[in-house]
Each structure stands twice: as C-alpha cells, then as structure tokens.
C-alpha cells in the first residue's frame, strides 16, 4: 500500500496535536481536582483516562488518515467501531471510579449523587458510541421491525424509568436521608438506604422494607427529624370535682424541672374540652428532636406521679344508664 507523505505529514500531526491537548486537558483536570468540591469526579484517575483516550483517539484518526482502518465491520468502518467502544469504556470507568470513591470518602447524599450521574453517564455514552459507529440507524430500523416486541418491552420498562426518573426528582427534592426517622407509604422506621429505583426503610420493629421510587414519590412523607425541635403533645384528664388551674399549675411544674423541655417555645397547657368523664387539659411542649420520644414517656409518668402526690384524680370513664321503667329485683331465698 503506498502512503502518501501528505498523508503521513498529516497523520504525524494528528498525533502530535492529540498528545499535546490531552497533556493539557490532564493537567487542567488535576489542577481543578484542588480546587472543585465535585472531587469525585474531577481527580487523577479521571485525568489519565480522559489524557488516555484523546491519546488514543488521536491515533485512531492517524491510522484511518493512512487508510490503515480502513475496514467495514458490520457495515461500519473498524476506526468508528473502536473510537465507539472506547467512549463508552471511558465512560463507564469513570462513573464507577466516581462510585467507588464516594463510597469511601463521601456521605449518602454524595452516594446518590454518585448513581444518578453513573447512570446518566453511561446512557449518554451509550447513545453517543453508537452514533459515532453508525449504527444509530440500524438500531431504529431494528428497533421498529420488533414492532409489537417494541410495545410489550416499552410498557414492560415503564415502571423502571418511572421509578429513575422519580428518584431523581426525590434527590434534587430531599425530603428525607439516610437515618431519618419517617413515615411513609403506611410504613415507619429509619431510612436504611436511597437508591435510584427504591427506597429501603428498617421499620420500628426490625423489618426491611423497599418502597419503589414512584411510589413513595406520589405519597405523603413524614419526616420526624426534618427540624431541630419537635412538639410533645399529650391529653390528661382529670376529675370534674377538681381544681383545673390547681392542676395546670403542677402540670407547668413538672414541665419546668424537665430539662429537656424548651423554654422557647413556651410551654402551654390549658383546658381543652370537657370531656364525657373528665375535663382534659392539653399539654404542648417542645423538646429537641433527637430526645423526643424519650421527653413524650418522662413527661406522661412524671404528669401521672406529680398529680397523684397533690391528691388530683385521674378518671375512668363512667357511664350512668337511664331506664323507662322501675326494675324490679326479685329476692330468693336459700
């Protein structure tokens, strides 16, 4: 085969130019690795694979300049076959990397913004290795001669890209994290791990749960540590024949020598209702989020010991009948 010098010139000069930009886009990478809170992403060993790949890109275009490539594989030339695999395995290493280093150095939230990016990675890669291949075209006439195999799969993967997509949506949203104690889709417990189709809960009484994305997108989330402080709201009832404001007085007491209960918010108590057996006076008071339930269990006994040292009765419910008619009680004898 004879080759031009034109063509070799060129060919030279194609590989020169690659080695030169791919020197400077690697050392652009690493100097941005110092500065850039996106670490995961732009390091060292994204640096090497992306100066790898111009490198070798670079290459390519030499050989297939001198007609060295120049072979149809499958109706493409080899050059667009190999420069499309490459892409995609570029890819594909980066997004993993970025997995795997954010599984050492970063937090959930980086976790989850790790997948979302290997996922939208290697998708974009996918598509664009196959156009430059050529195969672009191939695949839609393909894809159109499954016809009704098109259809099955399309509604088969509605659900899967319904729950990506929520889940997307669900990390940009936060409404929850790792550790969160929630209530959700008639489930509660901790928030055990966030993935990009599902979300895992370990109820109150130890079971695993996994909600699909879409749905505990479109549902109610109730997250119990969202804020610093939460409210503590507990009815008591006491006697009719008692003092009320004797009892909201030992009530405030006892609120007052807990210190866990906030100051700010004040807390409140007050007669409610009248109830059918008891007049019930509410109880609102803030305590901090982590110390919650343990301020709700100290706050009812402390209540229930505190009222029965100052003689206050706490009823049970009592129901007086009426009847239409005197009954009659007839006696017998032994």
Do not use: C
């Not at 149809?72 to 892409?87: A, H, N, Q, R, Y």
């Not at 050529?134 to 509604?155: E, Q």
């Not at 009948?321 to 032994?334: I, M």
């Amino acid at each position: 085969m004879n080759i031009p010098w034109e063509g070799i010139i060129n060919a030279l000069v194609a590989v020169a130019v690659g080695v030169i930009i791919s020197g400077l886009i690697y050392k652009w990478i690493l100097s941005l690795s110092k500065s850039t809170k996106y670490i995961w992403i732009f390091n060292e060993e994204t640096a090497k694979l992306v100066r790898n790949f111009i490198i070798i890109g670079s290459v390519l275009y030499a050989l297939d300049a001198l007609g060295i490539l120049d072979i149809e594989v499958f109706g493409s030339k080899l050059s667009s076959l190999i420069t499309g695999l490459l892409l995609f395995y570029v890819a594909y290493q980066i997004g993993k990397r970025a997995q795997k280093y954010l599984a050492i150095k970063g937090g959930p939230d980086a976790q989850i913004k790790a997948k979302i990016f290997f996922y939208v990675l290697v998708t974009l890669a996918f598509f664009l290795a196959l156009n430059i291949m050529g195969l672009t075209g191939r695949l839609s006439t393909i894809i159109a001669a499954a016809g009704i195999t098109g259809i099955v799969l399309g509604f088969a993967s509605q659900t899967v890209v319904s729950n990506f997509i929520s889940g997307i949506f669900m990390y940009f949203d936060k409404p929850l994290k790792i550790g969160d104690p929630v209530e959700v889709a008639g489930y509660s417990g901790i928030v055990h791990d966030i993935r990009i189709f599902s979300t895992r809960i370990r109820t109150w009484d130890g079971l695993l749960v996994r909600i699909p994305n879409e749905k505990l997108f479109n549902s109610d989330i109730k997250n119990l540590m969202k804020y610093p402080a939460r409210r503590v709201d507990i009815v008591v009832g006491i006697a009719y024949k008692e003092d009320a404001q004797k009892a909201i007085e030992v009530i405030k007491r006892v609120l007052d020598e807990m210190p866990y209960v906030l100051a700010e918010p004040e807390p409140m108590v007050f007669v409610d209702n009248l109830g059918d057996s008891s007049v019930n006076i509410a109880v609102r008071a803030w305590a901090p989020t982590q110390k919650w339930f343990d301020v709700r269990t100290q706050i009812v006994q402390k209540i229930k010991e505190a009222l029965d040292r100052e003689g206050i009765e706490i009823p049970f419910p009592q129901r007086v009948n009426w009847f239409a008619e005197e009954l009659r009680v007839k006696l017998e004898k032994d």
